[in-house]
C-alpha cells in the first residue's frame, strides 16, 4: 500500500479558511442558512467549519447532523447491516438555504441520499455542498459540489483517506492510497 500526502495539517487549515471566505461570500451573515454534517465523517470537518465562521462572523449559525443511512440505494444489497449514526436537526428546515458538508465526494450517491433525508425535516430554499475533495470521474450521479477543497483525479483501485486529530488521528492531514 503506498500513500501520498495531499495535504497537510498547514495547507489543510488554509484550505479549510478559503472554503470559510467563500461561504461567507455567498452567505454574508447567514441569517437564512443552516450547515448540516453528513454522518459519519462530515460531521467533524462541519463542526470545524462552523467554529471558524461562527468566530469570524460573531454569531451562531445553525449546525446539525444527518445521516442517510435508510435512504441509501444499496442499504439492502450490503452482506452486514450498516450501521445508523445520529441524525440532530435542532432547527426548521424550511425555506431556509441548507449546506450539506462531507469529506469527499466519491460517487454521489451519500448526497442523493441526504437530499432524500434531508427533506423530512422541511424543504429548504437552497440546498449546496461543500466537500474537503472531490474525487474527480467517480460519479455514478449526476453531483456536484459547489465549494471545494481540492480536487483529486483517481481510479477504482486508489481511496482517500481523511485524518482528523478529533477522531483520534496524530495530526490533521489527507492521503491518497493506492490498495495495490
Same mark, same amino acid.
Not at 13 to 39: K, P, S, V, W, Y
Not at 85 to 101: D, N, R, S
Not at 112 to 117: G, H, Q, V
Given at each position: 500500500?503506498?500513500?501520498?500526502?495531499?495535504?497537510?495539517?498547514?495547507?489543510?487549515?488554509?484550505?479549510?479558511?478559503?472554503?470559510?471566505?467563500?461561504?461567507?461570500?455567498?452567505?454574508?451573515?447567514?441569517?437564512?442558512?443552516?450547515?448540516?454534517?453528513?454522518?459519519?465523517?462530515?460531521?467533524?470537518?462541519?463542526? !470545524?467549519?462552523?467554529?471558524?465562521?461562527?468566530?469570524?462572523?460573531?454569531?451562531?449559525?445553525?449546525?446539525?447532523?444527518?445521516?442517510?443511512?435508510?435512504?441509501?440505494?444499496?442499504?439492502?444489497?450490503?452482506?452486514?447491516?450498516?450501521?445508523?449514526?445520529?441524525?440532530?436537526?435542532?432547527?426548521?428546515?424550511?425555506?431556509?438555504?441548507?449546506?450539506?458538508?462531507?469529506?469527499?465526494?466519491?460517487?454521489?450517491?451519500?448526497?442523493?441520499?441526504?437530499?432524500?433525508?434531508?427533506?423530512?425535516?422541511?424543504?429548504?430554499?437552497?440546498?449546496?455542498?461543500?466537500?474537503?475533495?472531490?474525487?474527480?470521474?467517480?460519479?455514478?450521479?449526476?453531483?456536484?459540489?459547489?465549494?471545494?477543497?481540492?480536487?483529486?483525479?483517481?481510479?477504482?483501485?486508489?481511496?482517500?483517506?481523511?485524518?482528523?486529530?478529533?477522531?483520534?488521528?496524530?495530526?490533521?492531514?489527507? !492521503?491518497?492510497?493506492?490498495?495495490?
Amino acid at each position: 500500500m503506498q500513500k501520498k500526502l495531499l495535504l497537510d495539517s498547514d495547507l489543510l487549515d488554509i484550505t479549510l479558511d478559503r472554503l470559510c471566505q467563500q461561504l461567507i461570500e455567498n452567505h454574508d451573515l447567514f441569517q437564512d442558512t443552516a450547515i448540516l454534517g453528513l454522518q459519519p465523517r462530515g460531521i467533524y470537518l462541519a463542526e !470545524w467549519i462552523h467554529q471558524k465562521l461562527c468566530k469570524q462572523l460573531k454569531t451562531q449559525i445553525p449546525l446539525g447532523y444527518l445521516d442517510a443511512t435508510f435512504h441509501r440505494d444499496d442499504f439492502r444489497r450490503r452482506d452486514t447491516p450498516a450501521k445508523a449514526y445520529e441524525t440532530k436537526v435542532p432547527f426548521i428546515i424550511e425555506g431556509k438555504k441548507v449546506i450539506l458538508v462531507d469529506d469527499v465526494l466519491y460517487t454521489g450517491r451519500t448526497v442523493r441520499a441526504s437530499l432524500d433525508a434531508m427533506i423530512a425535516f422541511g424543504r429548504p430554499r437552497k440546498v449546496e455542498l461543500l466537500v474537503l475533495v472531490d474525487r474527480k470521474q467517480t460519479r455514478d450521479l449526476p453531483i456536484e459540489a459547489d465549494y471545494v477543497g481540492k480536487y483529486v483525479d483517481t481510479i477504482d483501485s486508489q481511496r482517500i483517506l481523511v485524518e482528523l486529530e478529533v477522531q483520534g488521528a496524530k495530526q490533521n492531514r489527507i !492521503w491518497l492510497i493506492n490498495k495495490d
